[in-house]
Every structure is written in C-alpha cells, then in structure tokens.
C-alpha cells in the first residue's frame, strides 16, 4: 500500500476524470499537502491526525473544485435535507434549486455531496489500511488499533448510507432496486482506478447489507469517547435508525435497548452545552479554525440577519403554524428568532466564530423511532410514553400530556408531527419522507411556501394568506437525485445505471 510522490501525482491526473475516487488529499489534514503514506502512519501522532483529518474531511467536504462549502456532512448537507422537506424556506437563490425540485444531472450542489461523499469514503478506506500497517509496524498497539478503526467503519457506513438516501429509491418500495456503489478499499495508486470502475451500483439491500456489517464491527470495536467522536454508542444508535427504514421494528428496539443516553431537561440543552449533556450522540465539531467560511457554516447560513447571520434559511409558516406545535412551546421560545423579514431557527448562534457543532444523531431522534417501532409492533401505550417524554420537556407549563384521546390521526401521525417539530433545522425531515412515501404513508414531497415569497413576519400569523407549491409525487423521476453528469461520462458502469428519467 505504498503511495509515493510521483504515484500522488498520477493519481492527480485521475481525479478530474474520475470524482468519485479523488485521493490527492487522503493523508494529511492539509489538502493541498500530499504526504507518502509511509511517513502519515510512520508515528502515532500521525495516526492520530489522520484520524482527525477525516473528521475535518466530513464537515468541510468539497465543492466546485474547493474546500470548505459544507459538504458532505456540513452546513451545505444539512440545507440540502431541509430544502426537500419544506419545513425550512428558502429565501435566497443559494438553494432554490433543491426547494423548487429543479435539479439535473449537472446541478452543482448534488454533484458536491456525490463528490465529497466519495472523496470522504475513499479517504476512510486509505486510513483503514494505514492503520493495518501502523499496527503490524508496532506503531500503535492493539486497542488503539480496534477504536480508530471502529470510527473510521462508522463513517464509512454513514456515508454510504446517506448516498443511498439521497441517490436511490426507498428500502422501503424495493430493496432490489438500484443502490450507490460500496467503495470497500482505497484507490491510492493508478493500477486500482480501473478496479474501482468496475464496482456497480448493487441494490439498495446490499448496501443496507453493507451498512449493517459495518457498524456491527464499529459497535464491538468501539468505545466511550464522547459526541463529536463516533462511539460504539453512535453506531448503535445508527444501526436503530437504518433498521426503522428496513422497516424492522424490532431491530430498532433491539438497538434501543442498548443505549444509555438520556433525554436532556430541555430542549435547548443540546445545542448550548453539545459537549456536555447526556443526548448527544455523535455531532461533528466545528471551531473558527477548521469552519471559517460562512458557506460551511451553520450559525452563518441559519442565522438571522438582524444578530450576525446571513438568513439565506428560515422557519416556513407552513411548519410555524402547524397546529400540533403549541404556542409556548419551549423550541419556539428559546430555539428561535424573529425579525421584521421572519422566523429563524436559534439552534446556531456562534455568529463570531461559528463554533456550533453539526448535530448528526441525538438521543431524542432514536426515542421517537423507537416510539415508532412500538407503535408499528402494536403497543400504542409504549410508543405514547417515549412520544410524551419528548415532547413534555418541551411545552408550556399548564400544557397536558397527549393520550389515545387526543390522536386524532393516530399515534403515528403524531410522533411523525412531533419529530418535524423536534428536528427541524437539522436537515431531518427528508429522511422521512424517503421512507415514508416507499412505504406509502407519504405521496410525496409536500407542498411547501412559494420559494421567496416570504418576505415579511406579516406570513406567519395565523390567518395570513400564503399559497403552496413545489410538491413532488412520490412517482416523479426528480424524487431521487441523479447521478452527477461529470461521473457518468467518466465512469463507463455507472454510465449505464443512471437513474431513470435523467
């Protein structure tokens, strides 16, 4: 697995045919640096920064040729999932194209989560065999082999896992459907590039298939090592949530039942202490250092203008209205901001340094799947009991706990409802429409507020006359993403298993 400068430097030339396998930046947490593998895994403060790097990798990611935008797991990623869902507006041009459905196989925003998933993964697998090689070298011992690796498989997984959301039908529909390609090795020298071509899309079961094996080695491997490392707690919490879209209720539980997290006492916790609460399961970090740009930046691209933010997303009426999300409710109270222009999520508020970490999963998501998984297994009482424990910390006082009384549309509707409200502003909503329009409960994208026709708070009274637009069929081509155009023409296999439609 020896990579020199002049093999570097070939691979280079690669990389502008061949996206998917860009390794020009795999060893060094500088980018622009190529380093010989020998020497990135020749000390264990090297290991250590190779792990690191990867982190970096994931909430910086790539786009149009640079570093820093956001994907595939940063600020831009997280936009692109709230666009779908329409629980978040689009008030600027940055992100119409996703809000309005209007993607093609050249728009630059999906090419950069493609691009950057797979220059992340293909990064991860050259860590993983660095770390083969420090261990046989007596570079690092044992368990510190057994953690970094643990983390490494994780991300990998997540990865994949995202690409297969976002680029395939549902699990749910047809698990024998077209997935994403599984990138198991590292493409770190010429003579493998034309290996990696050869690796097809698969089915969305074997990638599932795939994810799974990945995160069962990642829980027994890993350990406690808190919320912006990926724990042996994180991938349990991960395998919870793969498995509900498996549509396997009691795996999800079976996955819950091994969790020792706990929901915090209010909902703001999280997001004001994330490194120090009892729900944060796995966020990725962000410092002034690592996420100066405001195109990477969470608190920058969700901000209110009026306290330091750029605004290009804020609350849709359609969500702030809704009336299963009570006035006083403390993620209205405490977890927004409002000026003359509308409604902003308060999640991020780093407007100096734009610290705010990218919350990935929380303990409060994996209690309202499992509360879902009960309710799809028939124990309604239990699936009411995890909804309440969310959902109570959060409304005003006076304010009642729901019962089978009140569920009008049924305890899954509700626990639906409470997560849009829950989640909102992290990018969530979209993972449930995928799999709930597979399965049928959804027809689609919802209809949403006209993009940038929200002009003033005026909207968001109760009684204010907004039209709606931008729904999507579930049968629509355009409800998946294409496969970028520059992959297709330089990948022959892929060419082939272009999504229809596109």
Not at 130 to 147: F, P
């Amino acid at each position: 697995m020896k990579m020199n400068i002049k093999n570097s430097l070939k691979i280079t030339a690669f990389c502008a045919s061949l996206l998917a396998f860009s390794a020009c930046d795999v060893t060094d947490q500088s980018p622009v640096t190529l380093v010989p593998e020998e020497e990135a895994f020749s000390d264990a403060g090297k290991v250590q920064g190779n792990i690191l790097g990867v982190y970096d990798a994931a909430q910086r990611g790539w786009y149009l040729g640079a570093i820093d935008r956001g994907y595939p797991f940063g600020a831009a990623s997280i936009q692109q999932g709230d666009m779908r869902g329409g629980d978040m507006y689009n008030d600027q041009l940055f992100y119409e194209v996703t809000y309005i459905n209007g993607w093609s196989p050249t728009t630059a925003n999906n090419e950069g989560q493609w691009i950057g998933t797979y220059r992340l993964i293909n990064r991860i697998n050259v860590v993983l065999e660095g770390l083969q090689e420090a261990l046989a070298n007596g570079v690092i011992d044992q368990g510190a082999y057994d953690s970094y690796r643990a983390e490494m498989l994780f991300l990998r997984a997540f990865s994949h896992w995202d690409l297969v959301i976002n680029f395939s039908r549902p699990y749910s529909d047809d698990p024998s459907s077209l997935g994403i390609p599984y990138r198991d090795f590292a493409v770190n020298n010429t003579d493998l590039v034309s290996e990696a071509e050869q690796i097809d899309r698969g089915t969305v079961a074997g990638v599932y298939a795939r994810v799974l094996a990945d995160l069962d080695e990642a829980e027994e491997l890993g350990g406690d090592i808190g919320p912006f490392r990926a724990s042996r707690g994180a991938a349990i919490a991960f395998k919870a949530k793969v498995k509900l879209h498996q549509d396997d209720w009691a795996g999800v539980l079976e996955e819950y039942g091994k969790l020792g997290y706990a929901l915090a006492p209010s909902p703001e916790v999280p997001f004001r202490s994330p490194d120090g609460n009892t729900e944060s399961i796995f966020s990725l970090n962000n410092t002034a250092e690592s996420n100066p740009g405001v195109n990477g930046a969470l608190p920058a691209m969700y901000g209110n203008p009026a306290e330091g933010g750029r605004g290009l997303v804020k609350i849709s009426p359609v969500i702030w209205n809704a009336p299963f999300w009570l006035e006083g409710d403390a993620r209205r109270t405490e977890l927004t901001s409002s000026s003359d222009i509308g409604i902003f999520t308060s999640k991020y508020d780093d407007y100096i340094n734009r610290g705010n970490p990218t919350p990935l999963i929380r303990y409060a998501e994996i209690v309202l799947i499992a509360a879902e998984a009960h309710a799809r297994l028939g124990d309604e009482g239990q699936a009411l009991e995890l909804l309440n424990s969310v959902r109570d910390r959060a409304i005003p006082e006076g304010a009642a706990s729901l019962t089978a009384g009140d569920l009008s549309d049924g305890i899954l509707q509700a626990i639906w409802n409470e997560k849009r409200v829950e989640l909102l502003a992290e990018g969530a909503y979209w993972y449930d429409i995928h799999r709930l329009s597979g399965r049928g409960d959804m027809d689609g994208i919802p209809a949403k507020a006209p993009s940038r026709s929200i002009t003033s708070i005026d909207f968001y009274a109760p009684d204010a006359d907004i039209s709606l637009d931008h729904s999507l069929p579930y049968s629509s081509n355009l409800f998946i993403w294409p496969i970028p155009l520059q992959e297709v023409v330089n990948n022959p296999v892929l060419a082939g298993q272009q999504n229809p439609g596109y």
